[in-house]
């Protein structure tokens, strides 16, 4: 709901700072393999329950998210960039609860499996929307320049990363936030399936 905004604010300095990681000769997979380390890094952290340590490395994972396209852009994007981009970004949005339930099971462990299976449901439809979208010819710039069509929804990435902090801010309230944003969560997805239906439903299949 917030990324157009938000991009609006942070594309102009991750450009600048991608066209000098690109000078520098670093790769957008090799920043993008980076982000993922600060990431499971920060899960780590968190299920040892070092939780400011975890928050700052949290941070650091989604600024080189931020940065691996603004590289990509100043060099060539890729479609293997683009798929290592949101496989690696599936694998840390798991990491992180993963890492709560670990860091406390009886308090976290049930809330922490309902919102992996919200993200579990919100990634299907993610990913089964941006094929019949890149099927249909369908284009979007609006959440910036990405490989993937990026479906319009209640929660994206800017949410995501605000509860991932308050989670790591308030330790002790991850059961309630959880629950909260698995439950965001859910309508998110169950509206991307209906808008997919809006779209799509009367479309017929190519031969």
Same mark, same amino acid.
């Given at each position: ?22 000078? !520098? ?6 920043v993008t393999l980076a982000g993922l380390i600060l990431g499971l890094i920060a899960a780590l ?55 709560? !339930? ?47 069509f990026y479906a319009d929804g209640l929660l994206e990435g800017t949410e995501t990363i605000a ?45």
């Amino acid at each position: 709901m917030l990324d157009s905004s938000m991009r609006k604010i942070i594309d102009a300095p991750l450009n600048r700072a991608g066209k000098w990681l690109a000078k !520098a000769g670093i790769s957008a997979n090799g920043v993008t393999l980076a982000g993922l380390i600060l990431g499971l890094i920060a899960a780590l952290f968190i299920a040892l329950h070092a939780y400011t340590l975890g928050l700052i490395f949290l941070l650091l994972s989604r600024i080189a998210d931020g940065l691996d396209g603004a590289v990509a852009r100043a060099t060539q994007k890729t479609d293997f960039g683009g798929y290592f981009d949101i496989v690696s970004d599936f694998l840390f949005y798991g990491a992180i609860p993963l890492a709560f !339930a670990i860091a406390n099971p009886e308090a976290n462990a049930i809330a922490a499996g309902v919102l992996l299976l919200a993200f579990y449901f919100n990634g299907a439809t993610f990913l089964g929307y941006a094929i019949l979208a890149e099927r249909n010819r369908l284009t979007s710039k609006s959440k910036g320049e990405k490989n993937l069509f990026y479906a319009d929804g209640l929660l994206e990435g800017t949410e995501t990363i605000a509860f991932l902090i308050a989670i790591c801010i308030w330790p002790n309230l991850f059961m309630l936030l959880a629950y909260m944003f698995a439950v965001a969560t859910f309508y998110t997805a169950i509206m991307r399936v209906w808008h997919a239906y809006k779209v799509f439903g009367s479309m017929v299949k190519p031969k």
